[in-house]
């Protein structure tokens, strides 16, 4: 009897630990040489407005859809640091090559990049809503040897 209590207050444990942290393992260069292809974090998942500059962010990329539920398997999550939240100045880089007028990012948006310059970020796919965010990474992991 104290077994199968043991495990089910176990089970509940980790039930609530999946709900509130996932995992991702980074594919590619673009967060390079912050993480490296194949470094895996530990993500918080966040509310819309939980967010400050230097943050590193999972997210689904815009045209994608919003994710109906904060699985980090599906869909497939990028991964870039916040450059700029709603109410901040528009980096200039992001300005010239996204095309973007606005003095300020505006609400329920974020200004994303990558640590590589060639990063598939907001100079391409603009300002990244808020809802799209599924969670703010908390550490990292170092990749399994051989990975």
Known sequence: MRLLAVSAALAVAVAL????????????????????????LLFR?????????????AFVPPGFGVPA?????RPQLLVKRVAAIAGDPVP????????????????????????NPASLDSRHFGYLPTV?????????????AGA
Do not use: K, Q
């Open 17 to 40: 630990a999946r709900r509130r942290w996932f995992i991702v393992r980074v594919v590619g260069h673009s967060m390079s040489p912050t993480y490296a292809d194949g470094a895996r």
């Open 45 to 57: 998942r966040a509310g819309s407005d939980e967010f400050s500059t230097t943050d590193c962010v």
């Open 69 to 73: 539920t904060a699985d980090a398997t």
């Open 92 to 115: 200039p880089a992001f300005r010239v090559a996204a095309r973007v007028a606005d003095a300020v990012v505006p609400p329920g948006c974020l200004v994303v990049s990558g640590d």
């Open 132 to 144: 799209n965010v599924v969670g703010v990474a908390v550490r990292n992991r170092r990749p399994p």
